[in-house]
């Protein structure tokens, strides 16, 4: 069965610094990869995804994720987080072969240091 | 830019009591998903739509929910006799335009409160 995993339950940056959130995955063959955002009481927001080629990819915001296949990762990433960029931060999987469910990870919530 | 669209964005219903939440999909999609959110959780998966059908459902998704797409551009899911626990966000999505891929489109929710 597929699953996404997120280690990291709540991560604290300073505003300026770097950020990485973490994001495993479970599924045999190459799934489509997404991470999306949610700010406190709003939907969901696609950030970027990976579906094939380039192994980074870019997306809104400044963010980018690299897809590792051999780590089944994809991680998301920004060189300098703003205090907008707080919220909660969710990896989510799509099999390849259909538009079926996404799953999602558990989430991150990132908080942000002035 | 095409969006998804849900109605109303916050619900309040006595528990035992039927509620309808509604959904306009993006217009030349092809499957339709419905997402709950309970505060403070994960996002997950109730059930998926194609062909105007069910194409898969989760063990969430029991005798009390039901999903329809009466007219061609709603796609509705329905509680039927609501409980405390039914209390989250919903999130309807839909995904597989002409374009192709997989990438589902979010509406911005129906938080539902039951009393």
């Known amino acids: 069965a597929q699953s996404v995993t997120q280690p990291d339950i709540h991560i604290t940056v300073s505003e300026g610094a770097s950020l990485e959130l973490r994001c495993n995955y479970s599924?045999?063959?190459?799934?489509?990869l997404f991470w999306y955002v949610q700010s406190p009481g709003q939907g969901l927001q696609l950030l970027l995804k990976?579906?094939?080629?380039?192994?980074l990819v870019q997306g809104i915001k400044g963010f980018e994720a690299e897809f590792k296949r051999s780590q089944s990762s994809f991680n998301l990433r920004k060189p300098s987080v703003h205090w907008s960029d707080a919220a909660e931060y969710f990896c989510?999987?799509?099999?390849?072969?259909?538009?079926?469910?996404?799953?999602f990870g558990s989430g991150t919530r990132l908080s942000i240091r002035p | 830019e095409p969006e998804v669209t849900q109605t109303p964005s916050h619900q309040v219903t006595q528990m035992g009591q039927e509620v309808i939440l509604r959904c306009v999909p993006i217009?030349?999609?092809?499957?339709f998903y419905w997402y709950r959110q309970i505060l403070g959780q994960k996002v997950e998966f109730l059930v998926s739509?194609?062909?105007?059908?069910?194409?898969?459902k989760s063990e969430i998704f029991d005798d009390q929910f039901s999903v329809e797409r009466p007219d061609g551009s709603n796609f509705t899911l329905k509680i039927r006799s609501t409980k405390l626990e039914d209390s989250a966000m919903y999130f309807c999505?839909?995904?597989?335009?002409?374009?192709?891929?997989?990438?589902?489109?979010f509406g911005q929710g129906t938080r539902l409160t039951v009393v």
């Open positions: 990976y579906f094939s080629g380039d192994t």
């Open positions: 989510a999987v799509v099999r390849y072969s259909s538009a079926s469910k996404i799953i």
């Open positions: 217009s030349n999609h092809l499957y």
């Open positions: 739509f194609y062909n105007n059908e069910i194409s898969e």
């Open positions: 599924y045999g063959a190459t799934p489509y």
């Open positions: 999505a839909s995904s597989g335009g002409t374009g192709g891929g997989n990438e589902a489109f």
